[in-house]
């Protein structure tokens, strides 16, 4: 449940239970680090009863005052103590303010709270949440802005914190308030420190003699079950408690061999892979390789052709030249041919002459020697010399004879 | 308020320690202003405090000044609001 409450002068809210709360900003009284950065504030009881309902309920206030459109949140300046800050000329506007004054700004900026715009500017307000916290149930909390969210220590209160904690200086009316509580709520201030002290003297108590107390405790009670179970109960208890264990430790050890069995087939599946692998590596290789060997067949093979070619094409033009070659024989041998028909035809006609020229010598030798005979042995000479003009051998004396006996008419013949 | 100090250093390179009183912000133009003092006071006891308009656009705070006289008006405004709301 959350409460929105428009602060200012004289503004009212609601609790929870929709008592009607009169509170004033001052009355902040405790920030605690496990509240969700939420603000405990004091109720102070309001002299009316009235309960307006359950319902949250605001009223807001008019303004009085000069109206600021825009919500001004007040920052944490902790970023800029201490640093050494760069201003550009003219970077300031000064205004004089009555020390009273001066030290309400810085009081305001010391709390780093959210300062509600007299114009519409909300503070939601929440009831406490987390009873667990030192927060009473009913007592509304004020959201403030991150610095207080950030806070993790406890708050250090300012003066005036001190001051609203002590609701008798409190009045119905009271000026420069914001909001008033309630006569009829109590006023809820615990300290912090004092509910720490409290927890921690809790968390601190003895342990050792707590524990002893509670194993006294427990031993007794347990010795009392113990009187109250049936042995028979308990014996069947236990040889179940055998069978689910015998079960368990069988289970256990199916499930041990089963993963053993996994992890072979895990094993196995891991070698396959890799066997896999390697025949994937070889195969690749292997066809790298034949790819390899198909180029150079094919570079041979196209090598060859080549050779081939340029074989063919010489044969080819020695072929021709043969050719050539042949029917120029063939010409020649045509040639000689006719030449041997001359040769014979010369043969015969000097077959013939010497034929002739035989008969001739025959009858110029017969001639002869019938020259020889009327001439006698002493003109044999002349013979012979006349018979060499005949033929180109020196006449045998056989060939003299036959000269000397035949043909003296060839002789006429020559003539 | 001792530890609330702050250095401030001008155009000149002069330094200038100056007490922090608060730092505020608007949340529809929201830039943020910061209120410090000198510790100056005149005759008649007045404190001179000063405000100025912390730039936080290159990480590091600069002090810039007030633009205009409507974010002057608003300021003071925020000024006597301040007080106000602190008694």
Request: net charge negative; proline share 4%; hydrophobic share 30%.
């Amino acid at each position: 449940m959350t409460y929105t409450v428009k602060l200012g002068p004289d503004t009212v809210g609601y609790n929870e239970n929709g008592n009607k709360l009169k509170l004033r900003e001052s009355s902040f009284i405790n920030v605690f680090k496990n509240s969700n950065a939420m603000i405990k504030v004091n109720e102070v009881p309001v002299q009316d009863n009235s309960v307006v309902s359950n319902e949250p309920k605001v009223e807001v206030p008019k303004a009085t005052t000069p109206s600021i459109n825009s919500k001004r949140v007040i920052k944490d300046a902790s970023g800029l103590v201490g640093q050494l800050v760069t201003m550009t000329s003219n970077g300031r506007k000064p205004v004089k303010i009555k020390p009273a004054v001066a030290q309400a700004v810085a009081r305001v900026g010391q709390k780093s709270l959210v300062v509600p715009s007299v114009s519409p500017a909300n503070v939601e307000v929440k009831p406490v949440q987390n009873t667990s916290s030192v927060v009473a149930s009913s007592a509304p909390t004020v959201e403030v802005v991150e610095p207080f969210k950030n806070h993790t220590g406890d708050f250090t209160h300012s003066e005036e914190t001190d001051v609203i904690e002590e609701p008798k200086s409190m009045t119905s009316k009271v000026d420069n308030t914001l909001f008033e509580e309630l006569p009829e709520e109590p006023t809820i201030s615990i300290p912090v420190e004092e509910i720490k002290r409290a927890s921690t003297s809790m968390r601190n108590e003895s342990v050792t003699s707590h524990a002893e107390k509670v194993d006294t405790q427990v031993v007794d009670s347990l010795k009392a079950e113990v009187k109250a179970v049936n042995l028979d109960d308990v014996r069947e208890m236990q040889e179940k408690l055998d069978e689910v264990g015998k079960a368990t430790i069988e289970a256990k050890q199916r499930v041990v061999e089963t993963q053993n069995q996994i992890n072979d087939v895990l094993k196995s599946t891991e070698d396959e892979k890799k066997n896999l692998e390697k025949l994937n590596k070889d195969q690749e290789a292997a066809v790298q390789r034949s790819e390899m060997l198909k180029q150079k067949t094919c570079d041979f093979l196209q090598q060859q052709m080549e050779v081939l070619e340029r074989k063919k094409t010489t044969y080819f033009e020695q072929l021709s030249d043969c050719e050539v070659t042949l029917e120029q024989v063939r010409e020649e041998k045509k040639q000689v041919e006719m030449e041997k028909g001359k040769k014979q035809i010369e043969y015969q006609r000097a077959q013939e002459d010497y034929e002739a020229w035989s008969e001739l010598h025959k009858a110029i030798t017969n001639r002869a020697a019938e020259f020889d005979s009327q001439l006698g042995q002493d003109d044999a000479s002349k013979v012979v010399s006349f018979r060499d003009l005949v033929t180109d051998k020196t006449p045998s004396l056989e060939d003299t004879m036959q000269l000397e006996i035949n043909e003296p008419v060839s002789i006429k013949k020559l003539a | 308020m001792d530890n609330r100090m702050m250095t401030i250093m001008m155009d000149d390179g002069t330094q200038e320690k100056v007490e922090i009183l608060v730092c505020f912000e608007f949340d529809d133009t929201k830039k943020e202003y910061i209120v410090y003092t000198k510790n100056e006071t005149d005759a008649s006891g007045n404190i001179t405090v000063y405000v100025s308009r912390v730039n936080r656009e290159n990480g590091t705070p600069k002090l810039d000044a007030i633009e205009n006289d409507e974010e002057w008006t608003k300021i003071k405004d925020v000024l006597r609001e301040l007080s106000k709301s602190d008694k």
